[in-house]
């Protein structure tokens, strides 16, 4: 088991990819979005946050559902952070919205997908979210790796063929 927390990794990620647009979905107690802010905030990155309730962060937040959120947002995102609902319905519904405005070269990382004991499928932690990691396996479009990030793990999941080379190469077509 890894020591190093989720929203490290998570900010370490934001560290790399430089979102313009970076969008947390399920804020908690904000620890992640405040990580990758103040990551992100020397390049002037745009952070939105997503929750059911008042989280304890400032900035650009939405106290709504994922649901009621994807309603009304259609602007391209760089980076997506998905730790709402547990539910695997709830986070596949999260996922396939999500990719709708994920740019080319964007990643989304989902929170709970590698949980390391069975005590950890309680609705109040990883729930039955780790069941997505198979269906994104299997898709054709997308690439996913899972990192067994402390008890939780994690998983970044990007589209087949985005990085910089094949995109390069693509473009000089």
């Known amino acids: 088991m890894s020591k ?13 990819y430089k979102p313009k647009v970076y969008l947390e979905l399920g804020l908690y107690t ?6 990758v802010k103040r990551t992100v905030s020397n390049i002037g990155s745009r952070c939105i946050g997503v929750d059911i309730k008042e989280p304890p962060v400032t900035g650009e937040i939405y ?11 259609n602007e391209s995102v ?3 952070f998905i730790d709402a609902d547990h539910r695997y319905e709830s986070v596949l519904k999260d996922l396939e919205n999500s990719l709708k405005i994920l740019n080319r070269r964007g990643c989304v990382v989902l929170h709970d997908t ?18 997505i990691v198979n269906d ?28 910089r080379t094949h995109l390069r190469k693509k473009d000089e077509r």
């Not at 927390?5 to 370490?12: C, L, N, T």
């Not at 904000?30 to 990580?35: A, C, L, N, S, V």
């Not at 106290?63 to 947002?73: A, H, K, M, P, S």
């Not at 396996?137 to 990007?158: C, H, K, Q, Y």
């Open 4 to 16: 190093l927390h989720h929203s490290d990794f998570v900010a370490i990620l934001a560290h790399i």
């Open 30 to 35: 904000g620890e992640t979005f405040t990580k």
């Open 63 to 73: 106290v709504q559902t994922t649901d009621e959120f994807f309603e009304n947002f």
């Open 78 to 80: 760089d980076m997506i």
């Open 114 to 131: 590698d949980p390391e004991n069975d005590s950890l499928f309680d609705p109040r932690y990883c729930g039955d979210s780790y069941k």
């Open 136 to 163: 994104l396996e299997r898709r054709e479009d997308l690439n996913i790796t899972t990192f067994p990030i402390r008890e939780a793990g994690l998983s970044v999941v990007t589209w087949k063929n985005s990085t």
